[in-house]
């Protein structure tokens, strides 16, 4: 174990706990408790929704998974990583205005609460709050395994004992400060990843003795490494492409990124949130994966290519900055969970509970419930990732993509065309899950492509015609609808 | 049921107008992106390794795809931000005081 590196982990864990002990004055000053806890309250300035948008997104892929492919493959992979660059504009500039001004229209804290106003359909929202709830779960245990294991292999601290900790700060801070906690801690952690891999990309250029010398290495180890093709030619343009939709303009179905696009304070706010937020995701994605390239040349022994970056940094820099590094996975983990966290009880509680189990509970009772309901689900998490079953690792393969494949076209259409339906929004819903796992399981790239692609063209197709079959039908509906989500 | 149809022709949100706009600048950027992204990077790194050209160390179709493009791109999203997105104000009792007049 080394000291010096642990005590700046350990300072850093003690700082996120104190903003949370912060933000829950807010919490318990407010009036209003869900919009607060779950949505601070819609204050949300520029910096601070680009930070969030951004440390939300960014996750244990990014500083492990990520480098380690780029590791694996080369340059090609960096290509591959350099599609997520569309997400800091897109989500906000499709969701933006739009979703805010109709959720404040209707008064929405959750996505769940905009589908449920736009669509009037029980199954929908019931539909919706399940698929949010279980692939989120396994997202989130994914994640902490991430985290537990990075502990493990490159601190020495034992693996439970390191889940242990850094599970607590991170649920503690979760339950009694709410969404401004998360929000502000996601801020510190978006600035710390910044912050460390600028230094790490330095420290990797330096110690591999510039670009060129780099790039000669890469070249006389297998010139693949510097082609767009992969170190083993198997990423093909059609692939590579996909990556727009899955990690890219696919975003925008993220319940987590979307509850985001309702939280802001103005459209200045959201304004400064697109150029801050394209920034910083092109940046850190740009340089971490290719600070994972360049760790080939470094160091050609890695074993676990996802332990890349990490080894690279205690490889290179003294203890002290190690920790500041090292934080920066660690401050992707944690702001990735604590806002899915934070999105899954505001399922339970304000999508399912107070909707079907008991609509007219007090403000009391919802708040003793929505820290409970935290902390249960927090708990769960952590026991699960101790020894996390098969199944969740099974659903964490399909979590990004399926919830995408779900949810990007009743939000999307949703707020863009009038003539979608509760009709077309479940058969989106249901053929978007289905497509994904069935390709996912049984053809694994249709056409050379990754199965999201083929699954959200699928879903729109469901969505369209499952809303234009039934227009008819719904055409009453229709109206009222329309007259609440669009007149002046 | 026809006085909810013309009332909906009527009276649109006169802010969706700017949204809708809003929304479809965003796809254009990312569509441009996208074309400069993938021509870049399979335009000029389709051909042979040992063929390449290097711009600042790095292989030419590296450069201009992933380390420009993010640069273009970059400033591309401040430049239609600053000069194309408009403030408006976001709030549900927007109608009531603004009746009759356009968005600040």
Redesign the interface.
């Known amino acids: 174990m080394n000291w010096e590196v642990i005590i700046i982990l350990i300072l850093y864990l003690i700082a996120m706990f104190l903003i949370g002990v912060f933000s829950s004055k807010w919490v318990r000053k407010s009036s209003d408790f869900t919009n607060e806890y779950f949505l601070g309250g819609r204050q949300l300035g520029g910096f601070v929704l680009a930070m969030t948008m951004f440390a939300t997104y960014a996750s244990a892929s990014s500083f492990l998974g990520g480098p380690g492919a780029a590791y694996t493959f080369g ?1 090609a992979w ?2 591959l990583s ?2 997520q ?2 997400t ?3 989500t ?3 969701l ?3 979703f ?2 109709m959720a ?2 209707i ?1 929405a804290v959750t996505l769940v609460d905009f589908l449920k106003e736009r669509y009037r359909n029980k199954w929908v929202v019931i539909l919706s709050a399940i698929c949010i709830v279980v692939f989120l779960f396994a997202l989130m245990a994914a994640q902490w395994v991430g985290g537990g294991h990075l502990m493990e292999s490159v601190m020495g601290i034992p693996y439970v004992s390191g889940l242990f900790v850094f599970g607590m700060v991170l649920v503690i801070y979760t339950v009694i400060g709410g969404f401004r906690a998360v929000a502000i801690t996601d801020t510190i952690q978006g600035v710390i990843m910044l912050i460390g891999s600028s230094i790490l990309v330095v420290a990797a250029v330096i110690a591999g003795g ?3 010398n ?2 000669s290495g890469l ?1 006389s180890e297998n ?2 490494l ?4 992969g170190s083993d030619q198997s990423l093909s ?1 059609a692939y590579v ?1 996909s990556y ?1 939709v899955l990690v ?2 696919g975003v925008v179905g993220l319940p987590q990124i979307a509850v985001r696009a309702i939280s802001y304070r ?3 706010s959201m ?1 400064s949130a ?2 801050i937020g ?2 910083a995701v ?2 850190v994605m ?1 340089v971490l994966t290719l600070t994972g390239v360049f760790a080939r040349v470094i160091m050609p022994e890695v074993s676990v290519a996802d332990n890349t970056l990490p080894l690279l940094a205690l490889e290179l820099l003294p203890p002290w900055l190690v920790g500041i590094v090292l934080a920066g996975p660690l401050a992707a983990i944690m702001s990735t969970v604590s806002s899915v966290l934070l999105v899954a009880s505001s399922s339970i509680i304000k999508d399912i509970y107070l909707n079907y189990v008991k609509p007219d509970a007090t403000s009391k009772t919802v708040q003793r419930l929505s820290y409970g309901v935290t902390t249960i689900i927090g708990v769960i998490v952590f026991f699960m990732a101790i020894k996390p079953p098969s199944l969740l690792i099974w659903l964490n393969l399909f979590a990004m993509g399926g919830l995408e494949a779900a949810f990007i076209w009743p939000i999307v259409m949703g707020l ?1 065309w ?1 003539t979608g339906n509760s009709v077309g929004a479940l058969s989106s819903i249901l053929t978007g899950v289905i497509a994904f796992i069935c390709f996912n399981t049984f053809i694994s790239n249709p056409f050379g492509l990754h199965p999201v692609v083929i699954s959200v063209i699928l879903s729109f197709l469901a969505y369209v015609f499952g809303s234009l079959f039934t227009k008819k039908r719904f ?2 509906q229709r ?2 609808i ?2 609440k989500f ?3 | 049921m026809k006085d909810n149809v013309k009332r909906e022709q009527i009276s649109d949100d006169p802010r969706y107008k700017i949204a809708n706009r809003e929304a479809l600048i965003g796809i254009g950027i990312a569509i441009a992106n996208f074309l400069w992204w993938f021509g870049f990077a399979y335009g000029f790194g389709s051909k042979d390794v040992d063929k390449y050209h290097y711009v600042f160390g790095f292989p030419a179709w590296f450069f201009y795809s992933c380390i420009l493009g993010f640069i273009v791109f970059t400033i591309l999203v401040i430049i239609i931000v600053k000069f194309f997105y408009k403030d408006i104000p976001l709030d549900a009792e927007y109608e009531d005081d603004t009746k009759g007049g356009s968005p600040k």
């Open positions: 340059l960096v290509l350099m599609t660059l569309v800091g504009y897109f906000l500039s499709i933006g205005k739009k805010a001004i404040r229209k008064n510039g670009i060129n780099i790039m070249i010139p693949n510097v082609s767009p093709f343009p492409s727009w890219g303009v103005s459209s200045k304004h697109i150029m394209t920034f092109g940046f740009l863009y009038k055409a009453a109206s009222e329309v007259t669009w007149s002046a």
